[in-house]
Every structure is written in structure tokens, then in C-alpha cells.
């Protein structure tokens, strides 16, 4: 597949392209779906870090589109992971729910990177939702014995039944329903977070654009909390 000008920007910022092999699918619940690959010597190539991430392509209206996925339980030495998939109706999930044994897709490795807190977080503070879900999974096996306050935000009855990886007494999870304009999560991040967040904390935001930048700018200039001790990005748009 031609990756078109996207594709040339890649390039450019010396974005590396592997294709993937479908091994295997499953579907977790009836809106998110677990695909998983033969890595394309993409991870011999690149290791492993938390929360790593790639750009599949798929078509859109018969023109290339990239989209970025989280790796889930990358295994360098077999050279297998998966990804998990949101599903919405658009063209990533179109390709995820019809995807078999055998099939292949063209990804572009550019842009993903980690860098632990100095010093080590005390506690997580972290934001999510469906589409961040293998990020706070990958965030909270990285620092495998720190506690951690997660707000979740929903917009399924079945995002709740979504294989979140906490631990009883060390993970809270704050189960927060999207409604129709996600100002619920932001409203109580906002009410929560004063409470929670001490010097050698570390805020990981990962929802919805919007919503990340109202938490972010709140973190920052309501509550000062140094740029190096959050992390965010916006995972989607409304």
C-alpha cells in the first residue's frame, strides 16, 4: 500500500515501516476486540518499552490513513504482541472486526517513546478511558508495585468489564460515565486530584483530546504541578 503524503512525512522524521501478520482474534466484550500479530521484526529491531506504540494503515475512502495502537504484551524474543481496538464503525475498526489468520497490515514505527520519573512515582494518577485502556495496562505492569487512583471514563455499560490489570488494595478505579460531552471525568478529576497528587506523584492523561488539555491545564496552572511529572496526550477527538 502507497502511504501517501503522510506516509512521506513519516519518512521524513525517519519513521520505519514493518508489516504485521494476523495470528489470531478475539473479541473481549461486544465493542472492543483483541487482535493479535507476528511482529514483522519490528521489535527486534526497535525493544520494548511501556506504553510503545505503532501507526497500522488502513483505507479510507480508497486514500492510506494512519492511526495509532498501543502494543499489548509485546514479547520480544517470540515477536508477537496484539493490539486492542475500540470499536466505532470507522475504518480501524471496520478492519479489527473482520480480521482472520493470514491477514497482513502495513505499520509505521515513528514518535513513541518512554521516560521514567525521576524520582520514581510515589503514586499514579492516571486518566483513561477505552481507547487508552493497553497504555494503563502497560503503565501499571512498568511500575508493577506502585499504587495507583484510576478515573476511567465509560461510554458502554461494558467498559467496565474491559480486562483492566489492578490490584485490590494497591489500584482504586473511579468508574466515571462519558454522557454526552465527557465534562463529568473532567469535573471530577478536578474535584479529586488536590487531594491526591503529592510532589513524587505522576499524572498520566491519556482520554479524549479536550478533555486532556482541560485536565492538563489544571494540573499545571491550578495545582502547579511540574510539566515533567504528567504525561498527556490525547488519545481521540469527540
Request: charged share 25%.
Amino acid at each position: 500500500m502507497s502511504h501517501g503524503w503522510e506516509g512521506v512525512v513519516l519518512k521524513l522524521f525517519r519513521g520505519k515501516d514493518f508489516q504485521f501478520t494476523v495470528t489470531g482474534a478475539e473479541d473481549v466484550t461486544p465493542t472492543y476486540r483483541r487482535v493479535d500479530f507476528a511482529d514483522g521484526g519490528l521489535l527486534a529491531a526497535a525493544g520494548v518499552h511501556p506504553a510503545m506504540w505503532v501507526r497500522l494503515w488502513f483505507d479510507l475512502d480508497s486514500n492510506p490513513h494512519q492511526r495509532a495502537f498501543t502494543l499489548v504484551d509485546p514479547d520480544a524474543e517470540a515477536g508477537t504482541f496484539s493490539i486492542e481496538f475500540a470499536l466505532h464503525g470507522g475504518s480501524a475498526s471496520k478492519w479489527a472486526e473482520a480480521a482472520a489468520p493470514g491477514d497482513t497490515i502495513d505499520a509505521t514505527l515513528q514518535g513513541t517513546r518512554f521516560h521514567d520519573p525521576d524520582p520514581a512515582p510515589s503514586r499514579l494518577c492516571i486518566v483513561g478511558d477505552a481507547a487508552s485502556a493497553p497504555a494503563v495496562n502497560s503503565l501499571l505492569d512498568h511500575f508493577d508495585r506502585t499504587e495507583a487512583v484510576i478515573w476511567f471514563e465509560t461510554q458502554h455499560e461494558e467498559d467496565r468489564d474491559l480486562p483492566l490489570r489492578v490490584e485490590d488494595g494497591r489500584h482504586e478505579v473511579r468508574w466515571i460515565d462519558r454522557g454526552d460531552t465527557g465534562e463529568a471525568l473532567v469535573k471530577q478529576v478536578r474535584t479529586d486530584l488536590p487531594d491526591l497528587f503529592s510532589e513524587d506523584a505522576y499524572l498520566w492523561i491519556t482520554c479524549e483530546a479536550k478533555s486532556t488539555r482541560q485536565i492538563a491545564s489544571f494540573a499545571k496552572k491550578e495545582l502547579g504541578i511540574p510539566k515533567q511529572r504528567i504525561h498527556a496526550l490525547g488519545y481521540w477527538r469527540a
